[in-house]
């Protein structure tokens, strides 16, 4: 069974550009979740997506914002990059949405952005 | 809101070595609670997991975690710790209706020879 696919796995962009980063989910997994890893900060909540729609979005600025398409695959865009936002942005797919059912969160080796 | 604390920001340790990793949360409701792991050049992945009943969980390569509902507490626990064990560890929660899961910052694990 395949992983969790996250492209591309490097990037470099300076200040004031956006970019688009991909996620394919394991296959029958229809719950997608997005963080921000940087070195003290640990794992920050951007959002989570479920049937194409949005459950969840954390504290991050609307310059970052995320999609979810049919065959739940998902992308997120950040726009006007600022030297913080160089990170590791993980993709996390899973199957269980209930309340208190929640299961298992599965990674991708995520995308590593550099912003000069 | 909900929030983790992990207490250790790095932990260095002998092999052979008690190891305890402290975590946190902060929410007053049911709680469902996680420890994940990332080997060097590895993706996370789970190394245990608490739903409901046994408070005490045992997990892969002989980890196991406590949950204490009155001290809002999650500890990793290994009695004696491998070289392979070098990692960083991540506690995490699940509260609430909103199912989203809220990690720690984590605690970076280096295993001396």
């Known amino acids: 069974k395949a992983g969790v696919t996250q492209t591309p796995r490097y990037l470099i962009k300076t200040r004031g550009q956006q970019v688009t980063l991909s996620c394919s989910p394991i296959s029958g997994h229809r719950s997608v979740s997005w963080y921000q890893q940087t070195p003290g900060q640990g794992l920050q909540f951007l959002f989570e997506?479920?049937?194409?729609?949005?459950?969840n979005k954390g504290n991050f600025p609307g310059r970052f914002s995320g999609r979810q398409f049919s065959n739940s695959r998902s992308e997120m865009n950040v726009s006007t990059l600022e030297l913080g936002d160089s990170a590791l942005y993980l993709c996390a797919s899973s199957r269980h949405l209930r309340q208190g059912d929640t299961g298992e969160l599965f990674f991708g080796e995520g995308s590593r952005l550099t912003v000069l | 809101a909900q929030s983790v604390s992990q207490h250790n920001h790095h932990v260095i340790l002998s092999e052979a070595a008690s190891l305890e990793l402290g975590c946190n949360y902060s929410?007053?409701?049911?709680?469902?609670l996680f420890w994940y792991v990332q080997y060097p050049g590895q993706h996370l992945q789970l190394l245990l997991k608490y739903f409901s009943g046994d408070p005490l969980v045992k997990g892969i390569k002989g980890f196991e975690a406590e949950f204490i509902k009155s001290k809002f507490s999650f500890n990793l626990r290994k009695p004696s710790v491998q070289w392979s064990d070098t990692a960083e560890y991540f506690c995490?929660?699940?509260?609430?209706?909103?199912?989203?899961?809220?990690f720690g910052k984590g605690t970076r694990l280096h295993i001396l020879p």
């Open positions: 929410y007053g409701g049911t709680v469902n």
């Open positions: 997506y479920f049937s194409e729609t949005q459950r």
């Open positions: 995490a929660v699940n509260a609430g209706r909103d199912d989203k899961i809220i």
